[in-house]
């Protein structure tokens, strides 16, 4: 026989596996260990049973559109296809979806991502915000077809007709439809004049609602600017979703319900706030006028000449008798401290000296004489006397002893 080389029996061995059409696609079930997520994007781990295990491959593609995380220990079905790998001589399972074995691990799952997102605080209430009374737009995040769309388009039309509409068309199931619910929520947030957010669908089983359990979906719920309405499922389904939404509803009618007030509704408490509005500005209409005729019967309106003019005369004649006496009593208080004044002025005066006998005698210079020593003899003396004066000429000069 002859010989041939490991790579040739490698590929013909990988050619016998791919030749066959149940290892070309077929599904998979159990326990995953070694599980590794590579810096490339690409996800390694085995999958094992209580007699065998195989090594399993999924590309980073696939990866980004798994819609629960993956860890050691989950019981899980692989769908995907069997070929060699040639540099190790091994055969592996190349995985094209990986979906939950049973509702059980499902559950596991979804918990799992719910304690992870709770503990960064997408669930808090304190970070939820108020949808508008009265929106001006609505955006809908839903599949464009099927009733879902039709009923809320139509309680949203019927209840508030002046809202507008904007449909960001979205799977609501199956592999693309996390990132498509994801994509048109974050449209929505770069248009402007959106006031509102409804993102859901109708009911179905937890594999169909799944999409609204999915970490991209949660967070992009959560990280809008928005207002958003959740709106998955029946009222008894409640997903991940409904959990980082600003407000749940418990089906999609009930979110278009709780989105725009009801316009009979609005119309009947505005009819019913004009009847009393008009009740009140007649009660007060009547009180005023009660009191305009109660003023108007009043005697200062009656008679206000008289009235106002009689009063401010007797209180100006009051104080001009006031003021005559204060007058008098400033004058007579003023003469007497004149004439006081007077007196001491006159007592000062020296011309009142002179009436007394005395004179003032002025030298040449006309300056007043205070000592013989001031002139000589020959010199020509003015001498003021009480009444008159006198131009005298110095003959004689006695110098007392003192001077």
Partial sequence: MPFITVRELTLRIKELLESDFLLGN??????????????????????KDSYSCVRVVMFRSRARNLQFGLENGLSVRVNGYVTVFERDGQYQLYAERIEPDGEGALYAALEKLKQKLA???????????????????????????????????????????????????????GETAPEEVARGIRLLNQMPGVDLIIAGRGGGSLEELWAFNTEIVVRSIAASTIPVISAV????????????????????????????????????????????MTRCIQ??????????????????????????????????????????????????????????????????????????????????????????RQIKTGDSVTVRLHRGVLKCEVREINKTNDS
């Fill in 283 to 372: 009660q007060k209409k009547a009180v005023y006028r009660q009191r305009l005729e109660q003023c108007a019967k009043n005697r200062v309106l009656a008679r206000p000449l008289e009235t106002i003019c009689d009063q401010r005369r007797m209180v100006l004649d009051q104080l001009e008798r006031q003021l005559g006496k204060v007058v008098q009593g400033s004058v007579k208080e003023s003469a007497g401290k004149i004439a006081l004044l007077a007196g001491r002025l006159d007592t000062l005066s020296p011309l009142a000296t002179l009436a007394r006998g005395y004179s003032l005698a002025f030298g040449p210079d006309g300056k007043v004489l205070r000592e013989a």
């Fill in 233 to 276: 499922g029946h009222e008894t389904d409640f997903t991940l979703s409904d959990l980082a939404a600003d407000l749940r509803a418990p089906t999609p009618s009930a979110a278009a319900e709780l989105a725009v007030p009801d316009r009979v509704e609005i119309k009947r408490m505005i009819d019913m706030h004009r009847v009393r």
């Fill in 119 to 173: 503990a960064e605080g997408l669930f808090d209430q304190a970070s939820k915000k108020k949808p508008p009374s009265f929106p001006g737009c609505i955006g809908l995040v839903t599949s464009p077809t099927g009733a879902v769309i039709r009923d809320m388009i139509n309680i949203l039309r019927r209840r508030w007709p002046a809202v507008r509409i904007i449909l960001a068309p979205a799977a609501v199931q």
């Fill in 26 to 47: 077929l599904w998979v079930k159990g326990e995953i260990s070694n599980y590794k997520k590579a810096a490339s994007g690409h996800i390694y781990f085995t999958l």
